[in-house]
C-alpha cells in the first residue's frame, strides 16, 4: 500500500473582503501519494492557485479556511502551532513555488543575500556557516544546471528560465516530501519549458522532492510530467483520472471540451480536429449556482443539473470518479 | 543531468566574463558618473564644504567660540574689549557685544545646527520606519494602533504644538528641544512607508521567505525594508531640513535649547541684543543666510534624490 503523504478533506476556503465573500474552493477532496506527480488543471479562475495557497499553510490574508481539513504526513495543517508550521512543516515537508517566479526574487539582493536570509532559520548565525550554505546550494544548483557565479548576480541580471530554476532551488534546498509548483511556464518559452520540466523530472530522479504537485492550465506540459491529474472548475473537483486518460478517454463534459480546446497539429502544420473553444464563462463565484456550476455551458446538460450538484459517480468502463449526472446509471 | 541542461551550462560558462574586481569599480564608477553626473558633484560641494566647516572648528583659532578678544587702547593706556568691532581683516564677521569673533561662532553655530538636524532627523526616521512597517506587517490589532497613532499625529497642528510643548517644559537641554520636534514631525512619513510596505509585503519573494521559514519581523526589516529604503532616505533628508529651520525657528522666540550654539541661538541674540535695529549687520545677516542656505541644500538633496529614485519605480 503507498503512502499517502498529502491528504485534502473536503476542503473551503473563501476570499472575505469589501467585494463580499468569493467561494473559491468549495469542498475539494483528494490525496496524493508517495511519489506521485499530480497534475491541478482547469480555466483560469477556477480556484488552482487558491487551492496551492491553502496547501501551503499559510494563505494570504484575505483567503480564509472555512472548513475541512488538510493532513500532511497525518498531520492536520490547521489544527498545528503556528511556530511549528513554520519550523518543521514548511520547506522541509512543503516547498511551494509560486505563480509568476520571474517576480519572486527580491530585487534590491543579490541571489547570495537572498539565499543567506532564506536559509538563516535553518541554519542560525553562526559565521562560518555562511560559507558551508553556500557551497551546500552551489552543489545543489549545480544539479538544477546553474553555474556558481548565478549567485553573485541580481536578479535582473538572470534570464526569466534561469530566474524560475533559482526560485526552485531556494525552495528545494531542504529536500521537501512535497513540492507544490503553481503556473511555473506560465511565462516561458517553449525551449525553456522543456528545461524546467527536464528540472523537475531530474529533482525526482535523484530523489531530492519525491512528490510534486503540478498546477498549470497548460495541458500538453502537464502530459510530459504527471501521472495523475485533477480538473478543476469553479472551485471543485470534476473529474480525477491518470493523465493518459484524461487526455485520451476524457469523461466530464468540462474536461472533453478542455482538451478539444488545445491546439495541436501535426509537424507538417495540419491539424486533426477543428479547435474548439467553451463558449461562455465560468461562473461568479461571490454567489455560485445551486446545481452543477458547468451547467450554463454544458452541451450536454440534464434537467436535475439544474438543481442538484452531482456526486463522484464511478463509472465501469472507466474506472475514474467523476462530477456528471451523466454518469449515474452507469454507476449502479 | 539532462543534456539540454548541460547545453545550458555551457552557455552560461561562456557569457560570464573575466573581470576584476578593479574594472568593475571603474565601470561601475563611469556608469554611475554618466547618470547621475550633476547629483554627484553636487553632493561631493555639499559634504567638503560640511567637511571643512567642522574640521575648522575643531582647530585654533576657531575652537573656542567664547574667546573674547582684547586690544590695546592707546588713549586710556588699557586693554579695552574688543566689542562691536566691524568686519575687518583681523575679526572677518567682525564682534559681538561680548567681543566674541562673530565667524568662529557662526561656524559652531553652522557645526552644531547640522548636528542637531542630523540626531532629529534620526529620531523621526526610526519612529516612522517602525510605525510604517511593523503595523502593516503584523496587521490586526497592531496595525490598528500603528495607524491609529499616525493618523492622530497627522492631524494635530505640528508647529503651534512644538511651540506649546518647548514653552511649557522649563528645561532648556538640547534633548528636550531635539525629543520634542521627533515626537511631533514622523507622521507623514510613516504613513507614506506604510504605503509602500503594504504593497511590497503581497509581493512574490516575500511568499517566498515566508514559505522559507522566515520569522516574520525578520521578513519585514530584511526583505521589506531595502525596497523601501529610497523613501527612507528621503524622508531623512526631509526631516533633516526640516528640524534644523524649526529649532531656528523655536530659539529665535526664545523657548528653545540653550546648550548647543545654533544659528537659532545667534538669531536670538540679534533680535534680543537689538542688533537689528543698530544696523550691526555683521552680527545677523550672515547667520541668516546660512540658514536658508542650508535649507536650500537639503532642499536640493532631496529633490535630486528623488530624482534618482524615480527611475527605478519605471
Not at chain 1, 512543516?89 to 536570509?117: E, H, M, T
Not at chain 2, 507623514?188 to 511568499?207: C, D, G, M, P, Y
Not at chain 2, 531595502?226 to 533633516?240: E, G, K, S
Not at chain 2, 542656505?293 to 536640493?300: A, D, K, R
Request: proline content about 5%; glycine content about 6%.
Amino acid at each position: 500500500m503507498t503512502e499517502k503523504v498529502l491528504k485534502i478533506e473536503d476542503l473551503k476556503g473563501y476570499y472575505r473582503g469589501s467585494f463580499g465573500v468569493v467561494h473559491a474552493i468549495d469542498g475539494v477532496s483528494f490525496s496524493v501519494n508517495k511519489g506521485d506527480i499530480l497534475a491541478i488543471a482547469g480555466e483560469s479562475g477556477c480556484g488552482k492557485t487558491s487551492l496551492a495557497e491553502l496547501l501551503t499553510g499559510t494563505p494570504i490574508q484575505m483567503l480564509q479556511l472555512e472548513g475541512g481539513q488538510v493532513y500532511v504526513n497525518d498531520l492536520s495543517m490547521y489544527e498545528l502551532d503556528e511556530e511549528f508550521i513554520r519550523k518543521e512543516i514548511l520547506c522541509k515537508v512543503i516547498g511551494y513555488v509560486p505563480q509568476a517566479s520571474q517576480n519572486s526574487l527580491n530585487p534590491v539582493k543579490k541571489i547570495r543575500n537572498f539565499i543567506l536570509d532564506v536559509t538563516r532559520e535553518r541554519v542560525g548565525r553562526k559565521p562560518r556557516q555562511k560559507e558551508k550554505v553556500l557551497d551546500r546550494v552551489v552543489e545543489h544548483f549545480k544539479k538544477l544546471g546553474l553555474e556558481r557565479s548565478v549567485i553573485d548576480k541580481y536578479p535582473h541580471e538572470l534570464s526569466g528560465g534561469m530566474k524560475q530554476r533559482v526560485i526552485v532551488g531556494i525552495s528545494t534546498i531542504w529536500n521537501p516530501l512535497i513540492l507544490i509548483v503553481d503556473e511555473p511556464t506560465s511565462a516561458l518559452d517553449v525551449t525553456t519549458q522543456q528545461l524546467l520540466i527536464e528540472t523537475l523530472r531530474h529533482l525526482k530522479k535523484t530523489g531530492i522532492v519525491e512528490t510534486i504537485l503540478f498546477i498549470s492550465h497548460d495541458i500538453p506540459v502537464l502530459a510530459q510530467i504527471c501521472n495523475t491529474c485533477i480538473i478543476m472548475y469553479a472551485g471543485r473537483i470534476v473529474e480525477k483520472a491518470s493523465m493518459d486518460d484524461i487526455i485520451n478517454k476524457p469523461q466530464h463534459p468540462y474536461t472533453k471540451m478542455l482538451i478539444n480546446s488545445i491546439a495541436c497539429f501535426n509537424p507538417d502544420g495540419s491539424a486533426e480536429t477543428k479547435l474548439e473553444g467553451i463558449p461562455g464563462s465560468p461562473p461568479d463565484l461571490k454567489n455560485p449556482p445551486k446545481g452543477c456550476r458547468f451547467y450554463p455551458r454544458c452541451p450536454s446538460r440534464l434537467e436535475k443539473c439544474k438543481e442538484n450538484y452531482p456526486p463522484f459517480f464511478i463509472s465501469r468502463t472507466h474506472n475514474n470518479p467523476v462530477a456528471c449526472w451523466l454518469y449515474e446509471e452507469i454507476g449502479d | 543531468m539532462t543534456k539540454q541542461m548541460e547545453v545550458d551550462l555551457k552557455n552560461q560558462e561562456e557569457l560570464k566574463l573575466n573581470l576584476s574586481t578593479r574594472d568593475i569599480i571603474k565601470e561601475k564608477f563611469h556608469a554611475a558618473m554618466d547618470r547621475y553626473k550633476h547629483q554627484i558633484i553636487f553632493m561631493l560641494v555639499f559634504f567638503i564644504v560640511i567637511l571643512i566647516i567642522v574640521i575648522l572648528t575643531l582647530i585654533p583659532p576657531f575652537n573656542d567660540p567664547d574667546k573674547q578678544y582684547w586690544y590695546w587702547d592707546p588713549v586710556v593706556e588699557f586693554f579695552q574689549l574688543d566689542n562691536y568691532a566691524k568686519p575687518s581683516l583681523e575679526h572677518l564677521l567682525g564682534t559681538d557685544q561680548n567681543g566674541r569673533d562673530q565667524l568662529t561662532r557662526l561656524f559652531h553655530a553652522v557645526r552644531n545646527s547640522l548636528a542637531f538636524g542630523l540626531f532629529t532627523g534620526l529620531i523621526c526616521t526610526g519612529i516612522a520606519v517602525f510605525l510604517g512597517v511593523i503595523g502593516p506587517y503584523k496587521g490586526g490589532v497592531v496595525d490598528g494602533i500603528a495607524s491609529f497613532i499616525t493618523n492622530i499625529a497627522l492631524v494635530f497642528p505640528q508647529i503651534p504644538l512644538i511651540l506649546l510643548m518647548s514653552a511649557v517644559l522649563r528645561i532648556r537641554a538640547w534633548w528636550i528641544t531635539m525629543l520634542v520636534i521627533g515626537l511631533f514631525t514622523w507622521s507623514w512619513a510613516a504613513r507614506s512607508i506604510r504605503s509602500q510596505v503594504l504593497t511590497i509585503k503581497e509581493r512574490n519573494f516575500i511568499k517566498v521567505a515566508k514559505m522559507s521559514a522566515l520569522k516574520g519581523v525578520r521578513i519585514a526589516f530584511y526583505e521589506v525594508l531595502p525596497n523601501v529604503l529610497p523613501y527612507v532616505i528621503l524622508a531623512f533628508i526631509i526631516f533633516l531640513g526640516n528640524a534644523i529651520v524649526i529649532e531656528a525657528g523655536i530659539a529665535i522666540l526664545g523657548v528653545g535649547q540653550q546648550n548647543w550654539l545654533t544659528l537659532g541661538l545667534l538669531l536670538q541674540d540679534a533680535l534680543q541684543a537689538g542688533w537689528v535695529q543698530s544696523f550691526s549687520y555683521w552680527l545677523w545677516i550672515p547667520p541668516g543666510i546660512c540658514l536658508i542656505l542650508i535649507y536650500l541644500s537639503f532642499f536640493m538633496v532631496q529633490s535630486s534624490l528623488s530624482q534618482t529614485f524615480e527611475q527605478r519605480t519605471s
